[in-house]
């Protein structure tokens, strides 16, 4: 096993890392931009470097410092976290360049992936149902009509080097499509470096259901089962549960069988997601994710497992140590992310926090670099808690979550506290009724 490992990572995924260490025995090594040395990821690790600017370009995502620190440190592993290098295939190849193991996949495996056509492809040679799209990239408006026409109108263009949905746009017909194919490509260049653009059938009220996925690359390979990630606005997750409230069982092992055959077949080493819209009965492959996840401890409160620890195993050269026979995944989980941010306007909120107490009891865990006294810096990502609740059926899981939220003290900025509370009394949220579009009509209702 690792004696050192380097988080090249902030906030409350540093801190879940590093705690996964500590219970290994390994010792952690933090980095830190200057805005975050007051950080609690700073406070417990062993050791901590300074590594740049509040800027992430200047500090979290600078390989050169990140691997001086890993150097100077004498670091065996670098653990990316999510976000900033997580999926950064060249950054994963330098890291083990340098004799240093990369805590993830494959660089190839990441790099294929990235690229949503190739990693479409991939996948649907593989057995996977993928969306009906081009086969390919499209550059010009006959092509793209022509693919248009066999997909069926109204299209989706997007990013081959997209994902999150940032530049994607819906075309109805030819002429929207004429219209819309060069903005989405100048926005693919400018968001993604990258101008190629592909189509795909615009499915109009899906689910997003996601499996996760852990493989040894040696053969060994599980499902986790599903997270449901349709709870979302402006293509940020809100709220995930584990497991579904659309699927059954034989569909969850359906699509799991398939995940697990194919990303065999592929070599897949570490944890990886695969993403699926669901609609009508039928699932169709998006995107794969290459990365620990944000929403990754809704799967761990209902199979048990610790999937950073079961990463890093991996990335140590163990065996998965299991089968899927072995993997029993037991009631319900619901994780609400919780945001530096207005409720209301969804406005940044950064600042002091002059109160902090969180939930507990059975059943409640909170994943959060919070503290009375810390500073939320308005430079990163908003999210600055999970609450993640756990029963044995989804009905107890639910009546928890409301005690918990009811609990839940975070003062000096605003929080999304409000707006969880509110959705964990809203009828088809109860009912597990609502697609990917529900959530963004939700918060336009007057509370
Ligand atoms: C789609 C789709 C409808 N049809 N693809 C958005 C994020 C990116 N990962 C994929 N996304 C979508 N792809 C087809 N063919 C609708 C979305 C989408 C979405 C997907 C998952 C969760 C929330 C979403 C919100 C808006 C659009």
Known sequence: MFEKVLIANRGEIALRIHRACREMGIRTVAVHSTADAAAMHVRLADESVCIGPPAARDSYLNVAAILSAATITGADAIHP?????????????????????????????????????????????????????????????????????????????????????????????????????????????????????????????????????????????VHLGERDCSLQRSHQKVLEESPSPALNTAERNRLGELAVAALRELGYKSLGTLEFLYQDGEFFFIEMNTRLQVEHPVTEMVSGLDLVREQLRIAAGAPLGYRQSDVKLCGHAIECRINAESPDSFAPSPGRITDYHAPGGLGVRVDSALYQGYMVPPYYDSLVSKLVVQGKSRNECLMRLRRALEEYVIGGIETTIPLHQRLVGAGEFIDGDYDIHWLERFVRRPG
């Open 81 to 221: 976290g999510l976000g900033f290098l997580a999926e950064d295939a060249d950054f994963a190849a330098t890291v083990e360049e340098h004799g240093l193991t990369f805590v993830g996949p494959a660089p190839e495996h990441i790099r294929l992936m990235g690229n949503k056509v190739a990693a479409k492809n991939a996948v649907r040679r593989l057995g996977i149902p993928t969306v009906p799209g081009s086969p390919g990239g499209v550059r010009d408006l006959a092509t793209a009509d022509a693919a248009a026409s066999t997909i069926g109108y109204p299209v989706l263009i997007k990013a081959s080097a997209g994902g999150g949905g940032r530049g994607m746009k819906v075309a109805r017909d030819r002429s929207e499509l004429a219209q819309m194919l060069p903005i989405a490509q100048n926005e693919a260049s400018s968001f993604f470096g990258c101008g190629e653009v592909y189509l795909e059938r615009h499915l109009e009220r899906p689910r997003h259901i996601e499996i996760q996925i852990l493989g040894d690359g040696e053969g060994a390979i």
